[in-house]
């Protein structure tokens, strides 16, 4: 199964990490199950050397592998957010324990009931004495009787844990959570660990077959070149920023350039616009990737090229990006980018596609019934990424 997962990966890298949250290890499943399936080759050899014949092998596979991280991102963000309910769920039944304790105590100290000095005399006692104890502790230590001191250590750790459950009584804690939380983190980075040494092991077992796939670009064009998703996204993220609820804007409730309507469709469910509000970068990346680079398939264009195409999707939707795109390059705008297009692509210098891009862009900008209210706003922020681009030309 591993070698296919590491095949897998060389297509859409956010994979592993999905593989690694996993715990019940379906994804790593129906990754291994795909790859073969797509293939109809179990040897991750004969499968690579199937993939790197057959360009419709390729897209095949890159589109259902796309499809398994999307689903499983949601998948893990829905565990997640059960989760995080259930501790709070069981937070609050502490706290109202406590707190109905609280509540006795004082009802019976205004009934003026000689019980309700029952709580404060013990946390007085407990307190004093896990003091005393640590005192005795630190200035006998060298003289106590060594057969004495295990009795000390014993007694000095349940007046300890008697100390905390006071001051939690009294005062309250969240510590179990986050003791919970970190124990989590824990065995989440170990997982993730353990899976990413079993891959790079079987990996080498495989020797050179899998490294020589590289990306869908070094498929396509015979050598491997690096996927600049991390650097374009960052760059676009800096136009976007962060939440805003514009009146004017007919997306409405936005946060990192993720609308409501689109947070939904990821996540399979109604969101509210705290929900919105509430998003962490982490997942606006993974939607971005999934929503935008992924289906434009910028990671096989040309450095610099992706960028100018991904922005001009994020900004005014992934079809109308690449049928400019398919307009400028001679095919069929169908708005999709496939093994017509991208051979057509290569064979236009990109520092051309990127500025006939960016005026592209401009006039379909000039369409819309918003222009005049975010032109000035959106002819700097295409003049900005047409520059960017450039830079990243090679």
């Not at 995080?84 to 609050?92: I, N, P, V």
Request: hydrophobic share 45%; charged share 20%; aromatic share 6%.
């Amino acid at each position: 199964m591993f070698p296919l997962v590491a095949i897998a990966a060389q297509f859409v890298p956010e994979i592993i990490k999905l593989i690694a949250g996993d715990k019940a290890g379906k994804v790593a499943i129906d990754v291994a199950t795909v790859v073969s399936t797509v293939t109809g080759k179990t040897d991750p050899v004969e499968a690579m050397q199937a993939v790197k014949a057959d360009p419709a092998v390729e897209a095949d596979l890159r589109e259902k592998l796309a499809q398994i991280a999307v689903d499983a991102q949601k998948a893990q963000n829905d565990e997640a957010d059960k989760q995080r309910q259930a501790e709070l769920d069981t937070l609050k039944a502490t706290m109202a324990d406590t707190q109905n304790a609280r509540v006795t105590m004082l009802g019976l100290a205004q009934a003026k009931s000689w019980i309700a000095w029952g709580a404060p005399i013990v946390s007085i006692v407990v307190a004093l004495g896990f003091f005393v104890v640590l005192f005795i502790l630190l200035r006998a230590t060298k003289s106590i009787d060594p057969d004495l001191k295990d009795v000390l250590y014993v007694t000095i750790g349940t007046m300890g844990t008697a100390f905390a459950t006071v001051v939690n009584f009294w005062v309250g804690s969240s510590q179990g959570s986050k003791d919970k939380d970190t124990a989590l983190a824990t065995m989440q980075a170990n997982h993730a660990e353990q899976f990413t040494q079993a891959l790079t092991a079987v990996t080498t077992a495989t020797g050179t077959a899998v490294s020589e796939m590289g990306s869908v670009r070094g498929v396509l064009a015979g050598a491997p070149v690096p996927d600049f998703f991390d650097r374009c996204v960052t760059i676009t993220l800096m136009h976007e920023g962060g939440f805003s609820e514009d009146p004017n804007d007919p997306g409405g409730a936005t946060n990192f350039g993720i609308t409501k309507r689109t947070l939904e469709a990821y996540r399979g469910k109604v969101v509210s616009v705290n929900d919105v509000r509430n998003l962490s970068s982490a997942e606006a990346r993974e939607i971005y990737r999934a929503n935008f680079w992924n289906l434009m398939r910028c990671g096989d264009l040309p450095a610099g090229l992706d960028l100018m195409v991904f922005d001009y999707g994020v900004n005014s939707g992934p079809s109308q990006a690449v049928k400019n795109l398919q307009a400028l390059v001679g095919v069929n705008q169908d708005g999709a980018i496939g093994n017509i297009t991208l051979p057509a692509v290569k064979k236009i210098p990109p520092v051309g596609l990127i500025g006939d891009l960016a005026s592209g862009r401009l006039e379909y900008l000039k369409t819309l019934a918003t222009y005049a209210t975010y032109k000035d706003g959106w002819t700097s922020r295409v003049e900005d990424i047409k520059q960017s681009a450039l830079k990243m030309v090679k």
